[in-house]
């Protein structure tokens, strides 16, 4: 049936339900107090809302296939650690 839920005692401690019309999953967990929870899909994440699908640029990654190897950032002790033979 659309819209209905599990309520806490019809699931027992860990226990799943699916409501295979709305594609819903549910659980019931305790953390001091039992609860149903939903279990679905991201809701909002990186500031977008809905249905989300994320681009490297929305992490912080836009430049990713774009830096040389030469623009890349090498650490100090990488620039001032001592070679090692039979590299």
Known sequence: MAGKAPAVPDLELGE???????GKLYLRKSDGTDTVLEVGPVRAVA???GTVTLAKADVGLGG???T????????TATQTAPEREGK
């Open 68 to 75: 040389s190897d030469a623009a890349k950032p090498i650490s």
């Open 47 to 49: 500031g977008k809302i």
């Open 16 to 22: 799943l339900a699916v409501n295979t019309f709305d």
């Open 64 to 66: 990713v296939d774009k």
